[in-house]
């Protein structure tokens, strides 16, 4: 599946501006990109973005960046692969992470992102986050739901998931970096202060900058 992903944004794109305009898109869509996704979609959009690379060939790159809702990836191997050729075009891969449970398999892919990336900006875990952080909000009783498998989310964890991750998302755009951000949030001042650790007071919600 990461392969076919993959394969839509090399060349013309195509099927990928066919799949758009049928979805309502109105015109062609820009040549530059984000990939992001939620739990086994934030291991695909990684693993997805790391073979788009491995396949540019002399195509240009288009890829600003892959940004991870509590991202798990079942191929630890094929994940940090993907990481090794996101590294050689300094391309970031975040993550918005809740803390180690069932549903992102205790944190393991969080982890392996932390280690791949040695005193570098990852992401923000969000405080007693839930799995399900990024995605309440749409219909109540499916909200409701997901929680009693997941566990309940914190107040003000799925606003503070959106701020964040829609601030990092607006820097790969600008060409920001976690050093000297415009939009996002890094750290408890703005911008990404190593090691990480520190805690950001996000409105009734709180996360702590990965590694935690």
């Not at 995605?135 to 409701?144: A, E, Q, S």
């Not at 060409?175 to 990480?196: C, E, F, W």
Request: hydrophobic share 45%; no cysteine; glycine share 16%.
């Amino acid at each position: 599946m990461q392969q076919g992903v993959a394969s839509l944004f090399l060349g013309p794109e195509a099927a990928l501006n066919i799949s758009a305009n049928q979805a309502g898109y109105q015109g062609t869509l820009p040549k530059d990109f984000i990939l992001s996704g939620h739990s086994a979609g934030g291991g695909l959009a990684t693993i997805a973005a790391g073979d788009y690379l491995a396949d540019l060939g002399a195509n240009p790159n288009h890829l600003r960046g892959v940004v991870m809702f509590d991202g798990v990836a079942s191929n630890a191997t094929a994940f940090g692969a993907a990481i090794t050729n996101l590294k050689t075009l300094n391309i970031p891969d975040y993550v918005v992470a809740a803390p180690p449970q069932p549903w992102n398999a205790f944190g393991g892919t969080t982890n392996q992102l932390v280690s791949l990336y040695p005193g570098q900006f990852v992401g923000v875990e969000i405080v007693n986050g839930s799995h399900v952080d990024s995605i309440l909000g749409g219909n109540p009783l499916v909200d409701f739901a997901a929680q009693l498998l997941t566990g309940f989310s914190p107040p003000g964890a799925t606003a503070a998931v959106y701020t964040l991750s829609s601030g990092w998302i607006n820097d790969l755009w600008a060409g920001a970096t976690p050093a000297s951000p415009i939009y996002g949030i890094y750290g408890p001042t703005g911008g990404y202060v190593t090691p990480g650790g520190q805690a950001i007071i996000l409105g009734p919600a709180s996360g702590i900058v990965l590694p935690v």
